[in-house]
Nanobody, 111 residues
Framework: QVQVVESGGGLVQPGGSLRLSCTIS????????TTWHRQAPGKERELVAG???????RYSDSVEGRFTISRDPLKNIVVLQMNDLKPEDTAVYYC?????WGQGTQVTVST
């Protein structure tokens, strides 16, 4: 059974950086498209970034140039490096892979 677990969230000041990790277990050697989403209070969940099985990446306009998604295939971990964070990046960040969602990790950008 596939499990997806996010980690790395926290509190950071504007302009700071955070590194989120999505650990995927139970999938054997298969690699699927993996996406990061976020949901801020009172808002719908939105796609932030994704990485395909062949490594093609995509980003939402709001994070393009600031966030980087990457995969460590040996460890089956997908990382979201977030730089130049803004207060509007505050949200719960979710990882999804193999049709499974993680429990989310809180990111708060505030002074």
């Amino acid at each position: 059974q596939v499990q997806v677990v996010e980690s790395g969230g926290g509190l950071v000041q504007p302009g700071g950086s955070l590194r989120l990790s999505c650990t995927i277990s139970g999938s054997g050697f298969s690699i699927w498209d993996t996406t990061w989403h976020r949901q801020a209070p009172g808002k719908e969940r939105e796609l932030v970034a994704g990485i395909s099985t062949v490594g093609r990446v995509r980003y939402s306009d709001s994070v393009e140039g600031r966030f980087t998604i990457s995969r460590d295939p040996l460890k089956n971990i997908v990382v979201l490096q977030m730089n130049d964070l803004k207060p509007e990046d505050t949200a719960v960040y979710y990882c999804s892979s193999h049709g499974v969602w993680g429990q989310g990790t809180q990111v708060t950008v505030s002074t």
